[in-house]
């Protein structure tokens, strides 16, 4: 019987943690569906249940009312989010210079994490948008990419990913929209 993916996968993973060997790896969703934040979410939990360090840090978004922004008390110490959004949804047409100086702050500060607390695991969500409304350089993100800590994975998130993220990836999802209702539908602990 062929043993499936996952367990070589493991197997692996602990042949090279009993070599000191510790391998980052760069996850990327993007696409137009619905989904690639939980994506993100769903790994940072199954990185808290190991005792693993996970930061977030979250652009273009500012409100608190949302799950992952209110449980940071209860999963502390291993889970942290930070926002850098301009308050209200001003849609993508109307970013002005305020956003642009949010996400380089945002950037900064991730860079500043990743040398400080050294997460385990680093969510850059809606980095991805970020960069296609051009508040962000790509380069600068590549850059900065090529500095995280073997030991830390991370995961961008958004739509419309720029092709040199798709390629710098190790693990790239693209998230279709297939079918939803015609209203849009916001259930509380489900869409936010």
Not at 40 to 50: F, K, N, P, V, Y
Not at 159 to 170: F, G, M, N, T, V
Request: glycine share 8%.
């Amino acid at each position: 019987m062929k043993e499936p993916f996952y367990l070589k996968l493991n197997i692996l993973n602990m042949g090279n943690m009993m070599l000191g060997i510790c391998l980052g790896y760069i996850y990327l969703y993007t696409g137009t569906g619905a989904g690639k934040t939980t994506n993100a979410l769903g790994l940072a939990l199954r990185s808290i249940g190991h005792k693993h360090k996970v930061v977030i840090i979250q652009f273009l978004k500012w409100w608190k009312n949302t799950g992952e922004y209110k449980i940071r008390k209860m999963l502390a110490p291993y889970y942290e989010i930070y926002q850098f959004g301009r308050k209200g949804w001003h849609g993508l047409s109307n970013l002005g210079e305020e956003d642009k100086k949010l996400a380089e702050k945002a950037l900064k500060f991730a860079e500043k994490i990743v040398r400080e607390k050294k997460p385990h695991l680093l969510v850059l969500d809606e980095i991805n948008l970020a960069l296609h409304c051009k508040l962000l350089d790509v380069k600068e993100v590549l850059e900065f990419l090529d500095k995280i800590p073997k030991r830390t994975d991370v995961v961008l998130t958004g739509r419309y990913a720029p092709k040199e993220l798709i390629d710098r990836a190790e693990f790239v999802n693209e998230i279709v929209d297939i079918k939803h209702p015609a209203e849009m539908v916001t259930t509380k602990g489900i869409q936010y």
